[in-house]
């Protein structure tokens, strides 16, 4: 499988990088119409699954919140859930759903077993606004005896046993934190709360601990990031005049690095042989040469691995010229094209949004699903029907196609512009490439782009399904089943990878010779 960059740069007699064998399109038509028609009819699918899940599912559950037992916050008109003792109340008085904490004790009951999370929601007048410290009992009661209750609905508190009597039967949380209204859902105030509930948060996921991390840590991380993004413009800038030395420097620093990374761990080795050699013989424990032999099994693993980078270092250092002129060409179009710089920021922002439209999407499937009745009058809500079942794989395989339809889109018209810019006789009178690329992009090679995107969906989704099966059979002791299917992940994996290869460069000589995919991928190929 051959690189574009081969076949398009050549060193003609002047010394200057030029054109080798891609002859260039006159005049570009619609290519893979097909495709382009598959993917409006499966966009129009997320559509239709949109609307119809906001006309048949219950989206105020969405909006307002909901309660584990089977009410929506916020409105007075609840269904009646046969079986379920609480649901069907009046709540039209408490309009914010509070998490019910039962400690870290909760993962031992039967609560937790049929929910498998350590908390029960409940709607609230009012977000608590103080924080108890280690015991909730004063302040539950006290917001109690103002017409605010962060117990089950049925608990009755008249006295400080009552309470203790209904946190040991989990009908009341055990901790009061405070909380701010979003959504209609009281969050923690992770700035009071982290220390006290990492524990319970732990045994959740991890997301709360990297949001708290955010939060406390998000100036520096902006620092960081504009001091990255200056760093990285003005190495675009100089790159043309320091393209050779920093290529040679880090070639030279990676051999180095990688002959004193097999001297560090040999060493590490024999500091540890030499200490074990120095116990007599009667007094070495298994254990200590069990972890000997495991250093010298991580020596020699890491040892090839190094080796071989050693060794393709050593190949590669003659093309090292052509990786220098390949930078300073590229700086020469950044020069060229300034604005070129902004496409990974539109193409994060078009993401963004369509990250956005996703969720929503997913948010209404899930309000289509229907109440289940569970043990403690609780209730759980999934899917009934099959159909419903079905959404949630059309839009898996939605997310994975869609997203690499809008990174192919930019790999497209950076091609575009870049082919633009490099064949032209006069790059003064160059002007909207960018531009260009975007309006030939839509009117003749989105078909391509969309037959590109859907190949790696036919090679991700099943590596993601198998995945999700890998992860279901973790810790049962069918080995056989997950060494075959961690052997087939990572051929689809290895196949992923070659095929964006080949796509990237498809694409290029799509925006060159504005030939389809098929030619385009065919001529890259040989």
Not at 279 to 299: C, N, T
């Amino acid at each position: 499988m051959g690189n574009c960059c081969d076949r398009i740069l050549a060193t003609p007699t002047d010394g200057h990088i030029g054109p080798a064998t891609f002859k260039r399109a006159t005049k570009r038509t619609c290519t893979d119409v097909l495709f382009l028609l598959l993917y409006v009819v499966f966009c129009a699918g997320t559509v239709a699954i949109a609307v119809y899940s906001y006309h048949e599912g219950d989206n105020r559950r969405l909006i307002k919140g909901y309660d584990d037992y089977g009410n929506i916050c916020g409105i007075k008109d609840n269904e009646k859930i046969p079986g379920a003792k609480f649901s069907g109340m009046d709540m039209s008085d408490k309009p914010y759903v509070y998490y019910q904490f039962f400690g870290d004790v909760v993962l031992g009951n039967s609560i937790a077993t049929s929910y498998k999370r350590p908390y029960i929601s409940i709607c609230v007048k009012e977000c608590p606004s103080a924080q108890s410290e280690h015991n909730a009992s004063a302040s539950v009661m006290e917001a109690y005896e103002n017409g605010n209750s962060y117990c089950r609905y049925d608990v009755k508190l008249e006295n400080e046993w009552q309470y203790y009597q209904a946190v040991d039967n989990y009908q009341c949380p055990i901790l009061l934190y405070q909380g701010h209204p979003i959504l209609n859902r009281c969050f923690p105030d992770l700035k009071y709360n982290l220390e006290l509930i990492k524990g319970i948060f732990e045994q959740i996921s991890y997301v709360e601990l990297v949001t708290s991390d955010l939060v406390n840590s998000h100036v520096q991380i902006i620092g960081m990031c504009i001091f990255s993004i200056f760093v990285a413009f003005l190495m675009t800038m100089v790159i043309r005049w320091l393209a050779a030395i920093l290529i040679y420097v880090a070639t030279i620093l990676c051999f180095v690095g990688s002959v004193a990374i097999i001297g560090a761990v040999w060493y590490v080795y024999y500091r540890e042989y030499k200490a074990l050699d120095a116990i007599p013989p009667e007094e070495q424990l298994e254990s200590m040469k069990d972890q000997l032999d495991y250093i010298l099994y991580f020596s020699i693993a890491i040892t090839i691995i190094f080796c071989i980078v050693i060794l393709v270092l050593i190949a590669m250092f003659p093309r090292l010229k052509v990786v220098v002129r390949l930078f300073v060409e590229a700086s020469k179009v950044v020069a060229g094209i300034p604005l070129i710089l902004l496409t990974p920021l539109t193409t994060f922002l078009v993401l963004i949004l369509f990250l956005f439209y996703w969720v929503v999407v997913m948010a209404l499937i899930v309000s289509n699903e229907k109440a289940v009745r569970m043990p403690f009058d609780t209730v759980w809500y999934e899917a009934q029907d099959a159909y419903v079942r079905y959404f949630w794989w059309y839009m898996i395989v939605a997310a994975v196609w869609c997203s690499e339809f809008i990174m192919a889109c930019h790999q497209f018209i950076i091609s575009f512009a870049v082919s633009k810019w490099y064949f032209a006789e006069d790059r003064s009178q160059l002007s909207r490439v960018l531009g260009k690329g975007i309006v030939c992009l839509i009117k003749n090679h989105l078909g391509s782009i969309c037959l590109g995107s859907f190949i790696i969906t036919l090679v991700k989704v099943p590596r993601m399904i198998l995945i999700y099966i890998q992860k279901k059979l973790k810790g049962s002791e069918n080995a056989v089943a997950q060494t075959i299917l961690k052997m087939m992940t990572c051929c689809l994996w290895c196949l992923e990878k070659c095929l964006k290869f080949l796509n990237k460069n498809a694409y290029i000589v799509v925006a060159i010779t504005g030939k389809g995919f098929c030619p385009s991928a065919q001529q890259v190929r040989t």
